[in-house]
Structures are given as C-alpha cells and as structure tokens.
C-alpha cells in the first residue's frame, strides 16, 4: 500500500482507537479523561486535535523511508504523548487556570490509566501504519479471478 493511503488509515484508526478507548475507559473506571471540569471541554479537544497532529507527522516521517521500521513507532508514541500533554496545558492556560493548575491537570493525566491507553492506541496505530506499507499482500480474488491457466 502506499504511504499516504497507510497513512490516512492509520491515522483514522488511531482517532477511533482514541476515543473509543478514552470512553470505555471513562465508563469502566468512573474517572474522567480530564479530571478539571471547571476547565471546560478546550484542553481535551486540543489534546487531541495535537495528538492526532504528532501522530500523523511523526508517522509520516516513519513511513515515506523506503523500507519504514517497526522501531520508528517509538517516535511516535512520545509525539502523540507530547502532544497530548501540550494541548492540555495549552487549553487549561486559554480556560483561566493559572499556570502550576495548568501543570497540575497535565501531570494528573500523565500519571492516568488514560495515558497508558493514548501510547497503546499510538502503538496499534503506528504499528498499523507501517505493516500496512511494509507488507505486500494484495485484495482476496476468487477462484475465478485469476489470471493464470489451470
């Protein structure tokens, strides 16, 4: 597959695995993904928009090499971390916390089950991402299909 066309579904996947997993998560524990809600809905959604952000970038740059590595998914996974982490400092600052509950909200989620799930998410993406590129395998035919002579 090419690296653009892996890409877009990687990153499709990730975004679902994201948010899915955040929900399930969210529903299992009874903990929210932000635990600062008289900060609003902002550092969640620009959390992610960021970690969407630095997993299609670094991941681009994993796979547009000739032959993408499985350990360039490393990259990946700080990337997304790092944006994710970003956006809820970033959002916190915009909503009016004052920035030590800025790095509180960040710190909380740092230490969290969800962000155990944002880098597994990041690593089936990734991972994904680059098996998609570096395999070779084509679409089922049936029997019919075939072109050769039997």
């Known amino acids: 597959m ?4 892996a890409l877009a579904f990687a990153a ?7 948010i899915a997993g955040f929900g399930i998560l ?6 929210e993904v932000v635990d600062a809600p008289e900060l609003g809905q902002l ?8 970690a969407v952000a630095g997993f299609t970038v670094t991941l681009w740059g994993v796979l547009r090499r000739a032959r993408p590595s499985y350990v360039g998914v490393i990259g990946v996974i700080v990337a997304v971390l ?16 004052d920035p030590a509950r800025a ?19 990041a690593l089936v993406g990734g991972w994904g991402g680059v098996a ?13 299909e075939h072109d050769d002579e039997e």
């Open 2 to 5: 090419s690296p653009p066309v």
């Open 12 to 18: 499709v996947g990730f975004f679902a695995l994201l």
């Open 26 to 31: 969210s529903l299992m524990s009874g903990a």
């Open 43 to 50: 550092p969640g959604i620009l959390g992610t928009i960021l």
């Open 82 to 97: 790092a944006g994710y982490l970003l956006g809820l400092l970033v959002g916190a600052l915009v909503q009016g916390a």
């Open 103 to 121: 790095v509180g909200v960040a710190a909380g989620f740092a230490g969290s089950w969800f962000a155990l799930l944002l880098a597994a998410a």
């Open 132 to 144: 998609l590129v570096r395999t070779r395998a084509r679409r089922p035919q049936w029997p019919w």
